[in-house]
């Protein structure tokens, strides 16, 4: 890289997006470059700022639900339970077990269908096309999961305050087997794909390298910070729910094929997290009572005490954290959510200096951004 | 350590810039700090041995009209596992304060942020222009007396 | 020539008769080549319906194009906010003609779920281009998007290619003829050696 510097000419400024297949929504980056080296990045958000913050203060707590979903759309149902979980706390509402089992559950699930966008799309942005067809095909098994339990593909809603919507219907678990036995091998088939192919560890490793220390000076969380070998997770870290009951490892970025905190550290860190998914569903399955409760009884005009609680959840692009404040009605005074891939994208300046402009694209994909979360 | 002990290091390291130590019923604990000493407070937090601060969580804003507007700092420490929410109070009228992107990098688009909707003024900071809205957006729009726009740039807002 | 095993050989040498609208409109309706423009929740639908199970590519509108100066349709298919607004205008005006638009989902049609408080939300994105097909639903289902194409199928097969023009227009074509014959001449020609 720095022999191509020597050469300079004229610098020029690109714009790249909003409408761009590769900036996943409508992000925008101006580039400034000198050929093909990059030599300043300045993404520019708010394409898809919808208010949800202000639609967290004008409507009641339950009403809120709906809007989180589509804050990650990717990965809704860990929007919902983020949010659950903050009104829970300011409530002391205390969730059934079986509704705690559920919500790990689909969860879990959903963390790997957001992975699988992941995973297919990148390998859409480097030029690999048979992956996202892969990809999509098993997330369609996930999806009609979701569908039996409540009846939508992408904005679930399933999350209730103190609870789920409604139990799981009948033969839900058998499918839900048979499905997570089917997927464990198909990680494999994908790692023969794309995970080991030479052209693409070559376009990814020692590309977009993020130190620990610079991860954690810019809030980063999730696979980009674990990609960069801080082994944290909020689910063991701070766990909530009944994570403290289940078995599982947190994947780490080891330096594999370059440097640890590559583009294939943090890719792969996601790969091995599907696996993990897949191993807490199995536990989930086998220790989950077969009867009970799934909802808390929660008044209608549901009133928390006065106070304010920021509580955090790992989510599938990493640490989602609402911040929510009760002045004793039955609306929040402020809620305002912290959305992971902020944080994560807020690195790109720091780390594309010098870059070229295909290994640029490669390193936002690994970053695996959402814009609806980004803008809210 | 807790957050009792957290306030008496802050009191006794920075005494009447830290105002208060708030236990609300439900909920977590804050501490209230002065407008002005914020980023001390924040590069204290983070370099002290015994707190060692080095995540901020998030950063937000909040609206207490008629006077008041509040930044709240939500700390975590991932070495000494506690964490620390901080407030700030800045009047209505000139609501400014210290940055502390300096202190943490990823309080940059989050101070941009609560610029964009709340118009508080983040002295120091090096890039503060909206971020989410349009450049040319009137108004703050996450503040309580917020007026919706009726037209922008010649589109109707509402039928 | 291409080659269909199953029908090779099974039907005499014939010719169809057609009129040239019905064959224009046949070409435009079977190869309707969208943008690829996912804007929020909705764009990830329009992705599925892109990929294996169900699969826009029996319609012949599989073949998403990255510019809007290679597509015949503009899927909307998400929220459409202020900032995001001028820059759909100006991507419009680059497609095209013809060209269509569908609104994919209830915030491309009317502003949906963000309706009431958004106040950075466009009420619906007919407010800035013109729409030809309204898909309900937040997300629709991938049947609604189909739903949706075929009656965009059906609506260009009705189309009118073929017409008279209407005397101003007739008026409008023949003056830039005229024009652009006048300045013709006025031209200087090549030097000998670039001359043909
Ligand atoms: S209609 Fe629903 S799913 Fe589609 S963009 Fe709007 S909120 Fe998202």
């Known amino acids: 890289m720095t022999s191509s510097r020597e050469f300079r000419s004229q610098e020029i400024y690109v714009n790249m997006g909003p409408q761009h297949p590769s900036t996943h929504g409508v992000l925008r980056l101006m580039l400034r470059t000198d050929g093909e080296i990059v030599s300043d990045v300045a993404p520019m958000i708010g394409y898809l700022h919808r208010c949800a913050e202000k639609y967290g203060e004008s409507g009641t707590y339950q009403m809120m639900i ?140 020692n590309i977009g390298v993020i130190p620990a220390n610079m991860a954690v000076d810019y809030g980063c969380t999730g696979p980009v910070l674990r990609g960069s070998g801080m082994r944290r997770d909020t689910r063991v870290d701070e766990p909530y729910g009944l994570y403290p009951r289940l078995r599982f490892h947190i994947p780490i970025g080891m330096g594999e094929k370059g440097s640890v905190g590559d583009c294939w550290d943090r890719y792969m860190v996601r790969i091995r997290e599907m696996e993990q998914s897949c191993d807490i569903i199995k536990q989930v399955l086998k220790s989950m009572p077969e009867k009970g409760d799934v909802r808390a009884k929660v008044p209608k005009a549901f009133k928390p ?61 690994s970053l695996d951004i959402v814009m609806g979360e980004i803008d809210r | 350590m807790q957050i009792q002990e957290l306030f008496e290091a802050l009191k006794k390291k920075f005494g009447d810039q830290v105002l208060e130590l708030a236990t609300p019923a439900s909920g977590e604990p804050s501490v209230t700090v002065s407008a002005q000493a914020v980023q001390e407070v924040a590069l204290f937090c983070r370099e002290d041995s015994s707190l ?59 101070e941009r942020e609560a610029y964009d909707l709340f118009g508080i003024v983040f002295t120091g900071h090096a890039n503060l222009r909206r971020i989410l809205l349009p450049q040319d957006w009137v108004g703050y729009p996450l503040r309580k ?13 509402h039928d | 020539m291409v080659t269909m095993p ?10 169809v008769f057609s009129t040239v609208d019905e064959m224009i409109n046949w070409c435009r309706l079977s190869s309707i080549w969208p943008m690829t423009f996912g804007l929020a929740c909705c764009a990830i639908e329009m992705m599925a319906v892109g990929a294996g199970q169900y699969d826009l590519d029996r319609f012949g509108a599989g073949a998403f194009r990255a510019t809007p100066r290679q597509s015949d349709l503009m899927i909307v298919a998400g929220t459409v906010t202020y900032k995001m607004a001028i820059r759909i205008k100006r991507l419009y005006e680059q497609m095209p003609e013809p060209k269509f638009v569908m609104a994919l989902g209830v915030c491309a049609s009317a502003g949906g779920p963000y309706y009431e408080h958004g106040y950075h939300v466009l009420k619906g994105v007919d407010k800035i281009i013109p729409v030809d097909i309204y898909v309900p639903g937040c997300p629709p289902r991938p049947e609604a998007l189909f739903d949706g194409l075929l009656k965009l199928q059906e609506k260009i097969r009705h189309q009118k290619v073929l017409r008279r023009l209407t005397p101003q227009e007739k008026s409008v074509i023949d003056e830039t003829t005229r024009k652009y014959e006048l300045e013709t001449q006025k031209l200087t020609p090549l030097p000998k050696e670039y001359q043909v």
Not at chain 1, 156 to 179: M, N, Q, T
């Open chain 1, 66 to 205: 709906p809007y989180t979903d589509r804050m990650d759309y990717l990965a809704g149902m860990n929007c919902n339970w983020a949010y659950c979980l903050a009104v829970e706390k300011l409530g002391n509402v205390v969730v059934p077990e079986r509704a705690e089992y559920i919500r790990i559950l689909v969860g879990e699930l959903n963390r790997i269908a957001s992975h699988l966008i992941a995973f297919g799309t990148y390998g859409l942005d480097l030029g690999a096309f048979t992956p996202f067809f892969y990809a999509l095909d098993e997330r369609e098994k996930i999806l009609d999961l979701f569908e039996m339990v409540c009846g939508a593909r992408l904005t679930y809603s399933y999350f209730r305050i103190g609870g789920v919507a409604a139990d799981l219907p009948e033969g839900w678990v058998k499918r839900c087997h048979e499905f997570i036995d089917f997927f464990r091998k198909r990680i494999d088939e994908f790692n023969e794909l794309l995970t080991y192919n030479y052209i693409f560890i070559r376009r990814t490793a």
């Open chain 1, 305 to 365: 005490p006065k106070g304010e609680v920021y509580v955090r959840s790992e989510s599938s692009k990493g640490e989602l954290g609402f911040y929510l404040i009760s002045d004793g009605t039955d609306r929040p005074y402020r809620v305002k959510a912290r959305s992971p891939s902020l944080s994560n994208l807020c690195v790109l300046p720091a780390i594309s200096d010098g870059m070229m402009i295909a290994d640029l694209v490669a390193t936002l994909g």
């Open chain 2, 52 to 110: 060692e601060f080095d995540q901020l969580m998030c950063l937000s804003g909040v609206d207490y009209p008629p006077e008041h507007l509040a930044v709240v700092y939500h700390l975590h420490s991932s070495t000494k596992h506690h964490r620390l929410v901080l407030k700030a109070m800045v009047p209505r009228q000139e609501p400014k304060l210290p940055t502390v992107s300096r202190v943490w990098r990823t309080a940059n688009w989050h």
């Open chain 2, 145 to 157: 007396d917020y007026v919706f726009p009726t037209e922008y740039r010649g589109i109707k807002c």
């Open chain 3, 6 to 15: 199953i029908l090779e050989n099974r039907f005499e040498e014939n010719v």
